[in-house]
């Protein structure tokens, strides 16, 4: 059994090696550009939701509220006629990515850190390079992508933006893999 204390480097490390890794896949590779779709009229859309004056959050339409009111005629009609909508707004605000790029360093941290637990606990040190990298590799890998399958069984993701969020997410599984395997305490 190797502490989880002597893998803070390969921790730290592989999470900067995810988070420069997935810079370059979202900035020089272009097949995540299509992943959303513009509205066709975006003005419009736009002044029509300021009106409603909906606070910041999730909504979906139509909303039952309960299993009983599913069943009801009212709400089976808003069904029929369409469309259904899932919603996420935010406050309008100057556009910043340093929230969410340091939210994804510390998720990828936290992902480095379960790596190295299961590891950790199946392992000792001088344990073998292929060892090391199948156990952080498949725990990283259920880490950064099998949650994501559920927002397309579940909220209708694109089953292909959530096949190429899987390939991102097998690619950071090996990177951390290959880290720990790299720096295993020896």
């Keep these: 059994m190797v502490p989880i204390t ?15 890794v997935s810079s370059v896949i979202h900035m020089v590779f272009s097949y995540h ?3 959303l779709r513009k509205i066709p009229d975006e003005n419009a859309f736009a002044d029509a939701i300021r009106k409603l004056n909906i606070p910041a959050g999730q ?7 309960s299993p009983k009111a599913m069943s009801s005629p009212e709400y089976q009609e808003k ?16 556009p910043s990515m ?17 790596a190295a637990y ?4 199946a392992l000792e040190a001088g344990a073998p390079y292929l060892a090391v990298f199948r156990f952080a590799g498949v725990t990283a890998f259920a880490s950064y992508v099998i949650a994501g399958w559920q927002e397309s069984i579940w909220w209708k993701r694109s089953w292909g933006v959530t096949f190429k969020n899987t390939i991102d997410g097998l690619i950071y599984a090996l990177v951390t893999a290959g880290t720990f395997g790299w720096l295993w305490p020896r």
Aim: zero cysteines.
């Design 33 to 35: 550009r299509n992943d």
């Design 118 to 121: 299961v590891s950790g606990r």
């Design 79 to 94: 069904v029929k006629k369409g469309p259904g909508v899932l919603l996420t707004l935010w406050p309008g605000a100057n």
């Design 59 to 65: 909504y979906v339409y139509p909303y039952a509220g």
């Design 98 to 114: 340093a929230g969410s790029l340091f939210q994804w360093f510390v998720y990828s941290v936290l992902v480095g850190m379960f």
């Design 6 to 20: 002597s893998l803070w480097l390969p921790i730290i490390l592989s999470a900067v090696f995810v988070f420069v």
